[in-house]
T-cell receptor, first 114, second 114 residues
Framework: EDKVVQSPLSLVVHEGDTVTLNCSYE??????LLWYKQEKKAPTFLFML????IEKKSGRLSSILDKKELFSILNITATQTGDSAVYLC??????????????FGKGTLLTVNP | DAGVTQSPTHLIKTRGQQVTLRCSPK?????VSWYQQALGQGPQFIFQ???????QRGNFPDRFSGHQFPNYSSELNVNALLLGDSALYLC?????????????FGPGTRLTVT
């Protein structure tokens, strides 16, 4: 059974701090790893990673994948209160034909205090 | 362009009852996936519909069933509700053959079973 484990489960920091969120996985027929931000309801897409060692970057957020060690990290620098959210890691696996299946971790609840 | 819409926003039901949740996909999308997100957990894949047929199913009992209409909208039905069915139900739409990163999530329906 596919498995995605995120750590820590929750984190409280002060504005301006840098945080690192972790995601490890065990998946058959790996296709990609995705990071989402979930503030209230709908998860919003942040990054898709398919190749090891290539950093994806968007503003203060960056992420990298290690396919040998089966993990990914999401970094947020100079955190702001607006970064407070649940960050979800999901792994996409092929499941026959053009079908895919997403397995999510439990998420990391990030709270950024002013 | 309307994104993914879901109705109702919130719902309270009693154990043993049945419930129907609705989802309209983003314009141009033909595939709908449903997820259950319990409190403090990541979304769990329930099933996916394409061409009005269930194409994939996660590890959920037969009490969970669905339907897709010719206009690509979809319903999720849950029979014989249990307290453990209380969760945020997310619908996500995509275009057949696209990867998971091109999947758009709706705002969800919060179901409370008492």
């Amino acid at each position: 059974e596919d498995k995605v484990v995120q750590s820590p489960l929750s984190l409280v920091v002060h504005e301006g701090d840098t945080v690192t969120l972790n995601c490890s996985y065990e998946v058959t027929n790996f296709r990609s790893l995705l990071w989402y931000k979930q503030e209230k309801k709908a998860p919003t897409f942040l990054f898709m990673l398919t190749s090891s060692g290539i950093e994806k970057k968007s503003g203060r957020l960056s992420s990298i994948l290690d396919k040998k060690e089966l993990f990914s990290i999401l970094n947020i620098t100079a955190t702001q209160t607006g970064d407070s959210a649940v960050y979800l890691c999901a792994v996409e696996a092929r499941s026959g034909g053009s079908n895919y299946k997403l397995t999510f971790g439990k998420g990391t609840l990030l709270t950024v205090n002013p | 362009d309307a994104g993914v819409t879901q109705s109702p926003t919130h719902l309270i039901k009693t154990r043993g009852q049945q419930v129907t949740l609705r989802c309209s996909p983003k314009s141009g999308h033909d595939t709908v996936s449903w997820y259950q997100q319990a409190l403090g957990q990541g979304p769990q894949f329930i099933f996916q519909y394409y061409e009005e047929e269930e194409r994939q199913r996660g590890n959920f009992p037969d009490r969970f069933s669905g339907h897709q209409f010719p206009n690509y909208s979809s319903e999720l039905n849950v029979n014989a509700l249990l307290l453990g069915d209380s969760a945020l139900y997310l619908c996500a739409s995509s275009l057949r053959g696209q990867g998971a990163y091109e999947q758009y999530f709706g705002p969800g329906t919060r179901l409370t079973v008492t």
